[in-house]
């Protein structure tokens, strides 16, 4: 499985560098470039629908007292709705700010909105992308209120409420 296409290899940057010259860049993440995030998705949905990840990340010399970067990631990923068992989608509009520096700033507050990562040569810019998805994604994802009205006609129709573990475990017998 040695079939790397060029727009998949990892996309590595020197944060600082990056950083302290203000740089920017944006683009489209391939779902074949997440593998960890492509497995969650997997169980989540039989078939593969159409799945966006767009990021944009920016470099910040002077924004706080260390170079920084901010990551904005836009994305749209299938899921199975656990209340009606139906296919969804995920919505993730999120955004990040991170200090780079060599050690822990010091007075840095793990509960502050602000992260910390460690300067780095070679940072794999979809890496991050991907880790904050995975943090972002939520277990049990159900329809919002918008479509609360659909989501409950769902239940209605099927009669029962059905399991949805039980669905899950099917899931995985089928990939396997
Ligand atoms: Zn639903």
């Known amino acids: 499985m040695n079939k790397l296409t060029p727009t998949m290899k990892p996309l590595l940057i020197n944060n600082l560098e990056f950083s302290v010259s203000e740089q920017v860049v944006s683009g489209d993440v391939e779902l074949t470039a997440l593998q960890r995030?492509?497995?969650?998705?997997?169980?989540?949905?039989e078939h593969?629908?159409?799945?966006?990840?767009?990021y944009t990340l920016a470099g910040s010399a002077k924004?706080?007292?260390l170079p920084s970067l901010h990551l904005t990631?836009?994305?749209?990923?299938?899921?199975?709705?656990?209340?009606?068992?139906?296919?969804?989608?995920?919505?993730?509009?999120?955004?990040?700010?991170?200090l780079i520096s060599g050690a822990e700033p010091?007075?840095?507050?793990?509960?502050?909105?602000?992260?910390?990562?460690?300067?780095?040569?070679?940072?794999?810019?979809?890496?991050?992308?991907e880790d904050e998805l995975l943090i972002a994604f939520p277990i049990a994802p159900v329809h919002s209120s918008e479509?609360?009205?659909?989501?409950i006609q769902h239940i209605k129709q099927s009669g029962e409420k059905p399991n949805p573990f039980a669905v899950l475990k099917?899931?995985?017998?089928?990939?396997?």
């Open 73 to 98: 990631i836009d994305a749209n990923l299938p899921a199975v709705c656990q209340r009606c068992l139906n296919e969804m989608n995920v919505q993730l509009k999120l955004s990040f700010d991170y």
């Open 37 to 45: 995030l492509k497995e969650l998705l997997v169980l989540q949905v």
């Open 48 to 54: 593969q629908q159409p799945v966006n990840i767009q």
């Open 170 to 176: 099917d899931f995985a017998k089928k990939s396997s």
């Open 106 to 129: 010091v007075g840095f507050d793990e509960n502050d909105d602000l992260d910390w990562l460690e300067a780095s040569r070679e940072m794999d810019v979809w890496g991050v992308v």
């Open 147 to 151: 479509h609360q009205q659909e989501c």
């Open 63 to 65: 924004k706080y007292s």
